[in-house]
């Protein structure tokens, strides 16, 4: 690296991530940290356990109409997830769960 050349943090530690197989791991768990704050205190009263296998989430949502809602505009939600972890195809579909 030349001396003068300025890096990113940012850059670097997806650096490190991406050579050592944490990249995916590290965008997912962002994704689940970021669900209440794009669906809001309503929704994150409502979802119980979540994790996420092969870009895809599964959520248990509490309420039978909040799932029916959430199921119905789950590509808008799969859109604003990714975008709010500042990645695209990191989550590729959403399963809601009773």
């Known amino acids: 690296m030349n001396p003068t050349s ?5 850059d670097l530690l ?3 991530l991406r050579e050592n197989h944490l990249e995916q791991p590290y965008f997912e768990g962002r994704i689940i ?3 209440p ?3 809001g205190p309503m929704v994150a009263r409502y979802t119980g356990e979540m994790n996420i296998r092969d870009g895809v989430l599964f959520v248990h949502i509490q309420s039978a109409p909040l799932r029916q809602e959430l199921f119905n505009c789950r590509h808008q939600i799969i859109a ?4 709010a972890i500042g990645a695209t195809n ?3 579909d959403i399963r809601l769960l009773g």
């Open 6 to 10: 300025s890096v990113a943090i940012s």
């Open 14 to 16: 997806l650096d490190f």
């Open 33 to 35: 940290d970021a669900w």
């Open 80 to 83: 604003k997830l990714n975008n």
């Open 37 to 39: 704050e794009v669906l």
């Open 90 to 92: 990191v989550l590729r």
